[in-house]
């Protein structure tokens, strides 16, 4: 496997040689196709992944069956990590929502990583600190915001994330069936469907297969608020 992403990501960009093959013996490479999980809720597991390519969506069942989406992750981006830390199951289920290419970290190796180079531990809390927030105000907005609110706000974040400039907008080619981020707002498909049918009508974005375009950013950051 290339090394050079994960030696260049955030977490890793200050350890030295002898850090980073540490963290990267026993490195396993993983392939996964749309739909395919690597691991699902409850199970025990003593790897953190490290996201090369694709996207991973972070699901949680809800008691009557349902599934509710607690992030979508791209490029970059560590998931697995929490029994680290926390020793538990896992908190989620982790599904490619594309073609996806993850590097599996054993947690231990990550563990001794920490002890030679305690700056990867700073790097790690801000990860975690960036992740409460989210948390957090995805939760005030379940409270305070309607579902157009919701879904505007969850456009304009996946489009910071995977936006890219378009002729006529921000092409955010999230790779979610409009279920899927049904699950990540909150609500039904069907009141996620009138927002967007909504949105398209006034001309602020267009839908694509398992994409939108963003034509007026404006609109949509004043409908989030
Ligand atoms: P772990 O519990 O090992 O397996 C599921 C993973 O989902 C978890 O580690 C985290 O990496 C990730 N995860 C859990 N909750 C959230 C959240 N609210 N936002 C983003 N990622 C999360």
Do not use: C
Not at 27 to 45: A, D, Q
């Amino acid at each position: 496997m290339d090394l050079d992403e994960l030696r260049r990501a955030p977490l890793f960009a200050t350890v030295d040689d002898d850090a980073f093959s540490t963290l990267t013996d026993q490195l396993t490479e993983v392939e996964l196709s749309r739909g395919k999980s690597i691991f699902h809720e409850g199970e025990e597991g003593d790897e953190l992944y490290f996201i090369t390519s694709g996207k991973i969506k972070l699901g949680r069942a809800t008691p009557d069956g349902r599934e509710n989406l607690l992030a979508v992750l791209g490029p970059g981006e560590i998931f697995g990590e929490m029994a680290l830390f926390n020793p538990a199951p896992r908190t989620a289920t982790a599904t490619a929502v594309s073609e996806t290419v993850l590097a599996g970290l054993k947690h231990e190796n990550l563990k001794k990583v920490i002890h030679q180079a305690p700056e990867v531990s700073v790097q790690l809390l801000r990860a975690l600190a960036q992740r409460l927030s989210r948390t957090n105000e995805s939760l005030a907005d379940l409270v305070f915001s309607d579902v157009p609110g919701r879904v505007a706000k969850a456009l304009l974040d996946l489009a910071d994330r995977f936006g890219r400039p378009a002729p006529d907008g921000v092409l955010v080619a999230h790779e979610l069936t409009q279920e899927e981020l049904a699950q990540l707002v909150g609500a039904s498909r069907e009141t996620v469907n009138k927002a967007l049918a909504e949105f398209v009508q006034r001309g602020w974005l267009r839908l694509e297969a398992r994409a939108v375009v963003i034509l007026d950013i404006q609109r949509i950051r004043q409908r989030s608020r």
